[in-house]
């Protein structure tokens, strides 16, 4: 079965250290694997995706994930957190099943203290 | 820029009356998508459509319709709305069926029913 999973619904972070938030996904398929982020009462923005290519995205606004198929993870990490950070943050999962299937995650919450 | 709009941000209606919810993209996007997010639960797939005229249902579709006469535009229909259909309201779209393309969000509609 085709799944991704959160693993933590908040992360809270002091501004100017380090952020992970962490997601696994498991799929029977090749998948491309997407971050998005949800700023209050707002859509969401696509941050990075992962298409086969390089392991080590890059995305906007100073994040990065790496693919890791061995470990079927997908972390999404920065190196310095800024206030502006704070939001909703996705993983999505997307493959081909013969058909177009897209699993989002419950989303992980993140807060960012000055 | 993609832009995705929604015909409104918040909207309160009473439980049995009927409710559209319109979608307009102005990218000439095949894929068309409605998503309800409730906390904890992530963006569930109500409908999507990939084609004027053409539906699919997502993993969601009770109580909900659609309709998509024109490519710009997606609308959902609640037939009579009910208190458990009080969310927020995702419009998304999308090229065509490709496992790396990525979705452009909507501002989304917070829907309450009474």
């Known amino acids: 079965a085709q799944s991704v999973t959160q693993l933590d619904s908040h992360v809270s972070v002091s501004e100017g250290t380090p952020v992970l938030l962490r997601c696994n996904y498991s799929?029977?398929?090749?998948?491309?694997l997407f971050w998005y982020v949800q700023h209050p009462n707002k859509g969401l923005q696509l941050l990075l995706k992962y298409t086969s290519a390089a392991t080590l995205v890059k995305g906007i606004n100073g994040f990065e994930a790496e693919f890791k198929k061995s470990e079927t993870s997908f972390h999404l990490t920065k190196p310095s957190a800024h206030m502006s950070d704070a939001a909703e943050y996705f993983c999505v999962v997307s493959f081909n099943t013969g058909g177009f299937k897209t699993i989002f995650g419950a989303g992980t919450r993140l807060f960012v203290k000055a | 820029d993609v832009k995705v709009t929604q015909s409104s941000r918040y909207l309160v209606k009473r439980t049995g009356e009927k409710v559209f919810l319109e979608c307009v993209q102005d990218?000439?996007?095949?894929?068309m998508f409605w998503y309800r997010q409730d906390p904890g639960l992530g963006l569930r797939l109500i409908y999507f459509s990939y084609d004027v005229k053409m539906k699919e249902k997502g993993d969601i579709p009770e109580g909900y319709s659609v309709s998509r006469e024109k490519k710009e535009r997606f609308s959902l229909i609640l037939e009579s709305a009910s208190t458990n259909q009080t969310s927020m309201y995702l419009c998304?779209?999308?090229?065509?069926?490709?496992?790396?393309?990525?979705?452009?969000f909507g501002p989304g509609t917070r829907l309450t029913v009474t």
């Open positions: 990218m000439d996007h095949e894929n």
């Open positions: 799929s029977s398929y090749s998948p491309s």
């Open positions: 998304a779209s999308s090229l065509p069926e490709k496992r790396t393309s990525e979705q452009y």
